[in-house]
């Protein structure tokens, strides 16, 4: 694919299905991608799709059972606003001094921000926000299984972020691993998200323009490569009745990897152009849904955003550059889209 920036000319290469997803389906509503599912990707019927009913405890992209116990959205909800008071305190307070941030990215950005956040927290902890434990769900448990039995669990009351008092006060091998499972599921993607955001803006622009805002690089990124890049909703008796094409036993995928480039919505829609967000209100640019439907937002919205920008405040003021070397950034097909690699080096 071609450069989506006016930066030094550099190559987004996604993975098959993500450039057949794009090349064959760009521009077009409503399409079936499977022979039970749905491919949705006009932003009127995405909308009437995503009000239609709220999304069910498996349609949740965090907060799915666990250990095959349901998770209400009033735990959801106080857990979202632990994290969000931890991010809040730990932006609050004066930030590590010479940090190095060269290297490769997103790892190095996610390691910045576990340590910022979960810094003070022990390290049975911490470990659940290694990026390894991605690679299968039998790994994370058993790093989950191993540090629920070991000695020495952490005690409330002591020096914890807020996260981890609430893990602290888990009682008995089963709830312990409940609460490790709690902590991963509600701190890992704000790490993962906020690094693999910043890289992609990184990629997409850098170097920016002294004058550009983060606000609007960051939004500008969430627009070319949405981390969140589908939502699905479960075939649902509410469906065909907003599109006659949806069958009543079809899945539904809305596409904001789509919406975002549609030309009919975006001037130059390939083109990195973070000054279009001066003029754009992104909680109501029709087909932007990088935090999901205005009836059911992202729950980590307003923690990526401040945590997004501190990360591209401190590249921007380290001299750090794109490696001039690199002219390919990998996409891969994975839940959360992002370049696979992006190397940051001293501008020389």
Not at 134 to 151: D, F, H, R
Not at 328 to 345: D, F, H, K, Q, S
Request: proline share 9%.
């Amino acid at each position: 694919m071609p450069p989506s920036s006016d930066a030094p000319a550099r190559t987004t290469v996604f993975a098959p299905r993500l450039a057949a997803l794009i090349g064959d389906h760009l521009g077009q509503d409503v399409f079936r991608l499977e022979p039970d599912t749905i491919g949705v990707a006009g932003h009127e019927v995405a909308d009437r799709i995503l009000a239609a009913r709220r999304a069910t405890e498996t349609e949740r992209p965090t907060f799915k059972p666990l250990h095959g116990r349901s998770i209400s959205r009033t735990e959801a909800s106080t857990v979202t606003r632990t994290i969000g008071n931890d991010v809040r305190e730990a932006l609050s307070g004066p930030l590590p001094r010479n940090v190095d941030l060269a290297g490769p990215w997103p790892l190095t950005g996610h390691l910045f921000l576990r340590d910022l956040i979960l810094g003070q927290d022990p390290y049975r902890l911490r470990m659940l926000m290694s990026r390894a434990l991605e690679l299968t769900p039998k790994l994370t448990w058993s790093v989950i299984a191993v540090g629920a039995a070991l000695p020495g669990w952490p005690r409330p009351g002591a020096r914890l972020t807020g996260l981890a008092d609430r893990a602290a006060r888990a009682r008995g091998y089963q709830e312990r691993r409940y609460a490790m499972g709690m902590y991963r599921r509600a701190a890992a993607p704000v790490c993962f998200t906020v690094s693999t955001l910043v890289a992609n803006a990184l990629w997409l622009g850098a170097p920016f323009d002294a004058g550009t805002s983060n606000r609007n690089i960051v939004l500008e990124s969430l627009r070319l490569l949405p981390p969140s890049w589908n939502v699905l909703r479960n075939a649902s008796p509410e469906y065909p009745a907003v599109d006659g094409r949806i069958g009543e036993r079809d899945d539904v995928l809305v596409l904001p990897l789509l919406s975002h480039r549609d030309p009919a919505l975006w001037d130059a829609p390939d083109t990195f152009r973070p000054e279009r967000w001066d003029s754009l209100d992104p909680d109501t640019a029709p087909g932007y849904l990088p935090f999901g439907h205005s009836s059911e937002r992202c729950w980590g919205r307003h923690m990526v955003m401040p945590l997004a920008e501190l990360l591209l405040d401190l590249v921007r003021g380290s001299g750090l550059v794109v490696d001039p070397g690199q002219r390919a950034g990998r996409v891969p097909l994975l839940g959360l889209l992002g370049v696979e690699e992006v190397r940051l080096t001293r501008s020389r």
